[in-house]
């Protein structure tokens, strides 16, 4: 399944880069490696081999790719994460535990403590609300804008 996945975003990013245009995207590539794929392993979901093989993949394939011009990463506590998805109220996130949250945050903390493809915008989704609040939303716009352009 983590294949998968892995080859659908393979195909997002060449799709992205024919378009030739700014393009947002969700999840990247690298989180599904570094996050998901080694949590899977952690939890003796994926076997050894299976994560071994991934992981030549996934550096074949980043190989190719350019990373993002900037990877915008939403810092959040685990009660921040609860309380989205509570909110979102998708039933396929109803089940997700509190454990499971917390070994994903600190794989995400120790993933962009690392990160070094490009600029990084490191966002506290503790004390923003972009959703809701048209004043934070225009804090984030202008965050973005000042990365992308290189200003001050």
Do not use: C
């Amino acid at each position: 399944l983590q294949i998968y996945f892995l080859n659908s975003r393979f195909q997002q990013i060449v799709e992205i880069e024919t378009l030739k245009r700014n393009v947002i995207q969700d999840r990247t590539i690298y989180e599904d490696a570094h996050i998901f794929a080694e949590n899977l392993h952690d939890m003796a979901l994926m076997t050894t081999r299976d994560h071994d093989n991934y992981r030549a993949i996934f550096d074949n394939i980043t190989s190719f790719i350019k990373p993002p011009d900037l990877l915008v990463y939403l810092r959040a506590s685990v009660p921040t994460l609860v309380n989205n998805i509570q909110r979102r109220g998708r039933e396929y996130e109803a089940g997700i535990r509190i454990d499971y949250l917390s070994k994903l945050n600190e794989k995400y903390e120790a993933w962009i403590n690392n990160y070094s493809l490009g600029k990084l915008l490191i966002l506290d989704k503790d004390k923003l609300d972009f959703t809701n609040n048209p004043e934070d939303l225009g804090s984030v716009i202008n965050s973005i804008e000042r990365e992308i352009n290189g200003l001050f």
